[in-house]
């Protein structure tokens, strides 16, 4: 049986906490496992808080937000942006970073299990950002751990700050300052395209959205559709979904094309990869039948499914996006740490 830390909140705020006015942070103590947990009032606090650590780090880079505060980034799968960004929002908050990017060099390889990995790293550090090859790890994390869980991605299930940084994306640039979030998300249409099944972020994002009145496009090849458990999700919400074959009939009305690569480390066979890896290239000439305002997302890396033409268009908005993730990690360490 599985017992809570008394760090824990899981929304009720607990008498045991030691600082005292964080206890009425939104969020303090709490894991980050999916988007399922957010209502659209917490995503504007979080974006709220994001766009001030953005106007932050561009007065004054650096600051003390998070001083003495330790976060553990504990990777079992390849990462660049989520694990470099973590570390850059907890070191721009004053924090400081356990790195273990290679498990293999770490006491994993001596067959240490999950649970005991995340019951050692927190006697260390005061948050936990674990992404794991398995569906379901970092639930599972949560439920070892007295310190919060963030989830980083978990196999093909969800990679919800991608998703939440995702969508602050959507918001920044497609979107009117001061305007309440639904004026900014309802009546755009959201384009993934790709590798549906097994893409983590999408299956985050999508749930996001649903929590507005979005439309909603999935193109890919046949054997990597959006998951049909999603899409049954979605559709209890009233959001229209359609899926297409061909990018062709989705473009002109899009106003955020999200692509992502076909992942070559999910297919159990590699000829099944072959077939499909290359299904959708975007390059200058795809974009001459979309919008002139639009965007085109990615969360990287890509693997040639965006050609490198591509960046030179305003309305590739990749690079950017990556950028806005710092902000929204740096917004949601301090919301878990009490200090937002
Ligand atoms: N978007 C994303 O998760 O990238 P990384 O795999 O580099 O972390």
Redesign the pocket.
């Known amino acids: 049986m599985f017992t809570q830390s008394p760090l824990k909140t899981n929304g009720s705020h607990s008498s045991h906490l030691p600082f005292g006015d964080q206890r009425t942070a939104p969020w303090y103590g709490q894991d980050i496992l999916s988007v399922k947990q957010f209502t659209v009032a917490d995503l504007q606090y979080i974006f709220e808080v994001a766009h001030e650590m953005r106007e932050m780090v561009a007065r004054v880079g650096t600051f003390d937000l998070l001083k003495g505060k330790i976060l553990a980034n504990l990777f079992y799968?390849?990462?660049?942006?989520?694990?470099s960004s973590f570390t850059a929002a907890m070191e721009r908050l004053g924090g400081s970073v356990i790195p273990i990017s290679e498990v293999k060099y770490s006491s994993v390889s001596k067959g240490e299990s999950l649970p005991d990995t995340v019951r050692t790293l927190e006697c260390y550090a005061d948050v936990i950002v674990l992404?794991h090859p398995e569906k379901g790890a970092s639930a599972i994390a949560a439920q070892y751990a007295r310190k919060p869980i963030i989830n980083?991605?978990d196999g093909v299930g969800e990679?919800p700050t991608?998703a939440l940084l995702d969508m602050f994306t959507i918001i920044e640039e497609l979107g009117n300052p001061n305007t309440p979030i639904t004026a900014e998300l309802d009546g755009l249409t959201v384009t993934m395209l790709g590798d549906l099944k097994y893409g983590r972020?999408v299956h985050s994002l999508a749930r996001l959205l649903a929590m507005f009145n979005v439309k909603l496009n999935y193109v890919s090849p046949d054997i990597l559709r959006m998951p049909e458990e999603i899409i049954a999700e979605i559709r209890e919400k009233g959001i229209t979904q359609t899926e297409y074959t061909s990018l062709d009939a989705a473009l002109p009305e899009t106003d955020v094309l999200y692509v992502t690569r076909v992942q070559k480390e999910r297919f159990a066979d590699l000829d099944e990869y072959e077939s499909v890896r290359n299904a959708f290239i975007i390059s200058p000439e795809t974009l001459q039948a979309a919008k002139q305002r639009m965007i085109v997302m990615h969360?990287?890396?890509r693997v040639g499914e965006i050609t490198m033409e591509v960046d030179e268009d305003p309305r590739a908005a990749y690079f950017r996006q990556m950028e806005y993730?710092l902000y929204v990690r740096m917004a949601l360490l301090a919301m878990v740490l009490g200090k937002a």
């Open positions: 799968e390849p990462s660049t942006r989520t694990s992404r980083a991605g990679h991608q972020t969360p990287l890396p993730g």
